[in-house]
């Protein structure tokens, strides 16, 4: 899912909102957008823990595809994935909950489920953003 090593942690991430063109050509006030907008808002007030002025949940919870590297000459594939952005917490944190099919079998051995405090990120590198439609719930 991720490379982890002493220095950094890279995340690819490909954002839940399917057409490009369709998602620019929204309006400002479109209910897609501004989820989105609040998603990737609330991921940079985490890493940099900020405090906003204005809240726009205690939680914000999207749905998002993974990308998964493979071993050399193998595909790679999409993991889907949840993320919630705590913004009302004490110390704001990211959580992170994939899915896999072994997991749902009942044989998957691996973590599904990471917490990122404010405090352990240390940066953000957006390798890729795709677009697909897909809304984000927002609690």
């Known amino acids: 899912m991720a490379s982890r090593n002493s220095s950094s942690f890279v995340l690819f991430v490909t954002l839940p909102l399917l057409f490009t063109s369709t998602f620019q050509s929204l309006n400002k006030t479109s209910t897609l957008r501004t989820a989105l907008f609040a998603v990737i808002v609330g991921i940079l007030a985490v890493s940099q823990n900020l405090s906003t ?26 993991l889907p994935s949840y993320v919630t952005v705590n913004l009302g917490a004490e110390e704001k944190s990211l959580q992170l909950w994939n899915l896999c099919i072994e997991q749902m079998r009942g044989t998957c051995r691996q973590v599904h489920d990471w917490l990122f405090t404010a405090s352990s990120i240390k940066s953000i590198t957006w390798v890729s953003v795709s677009l697909v439609v897909v809304s984000p719930i927002m609690i």
């Open 53 to 78: 002025s204005w809240t726009v949940a205690a939680a914000l919870v999207a749905t998002l595809l993974i990308l998964e590297p493979s071993r050399m000459y193998q595909p790679s594939y999409y």
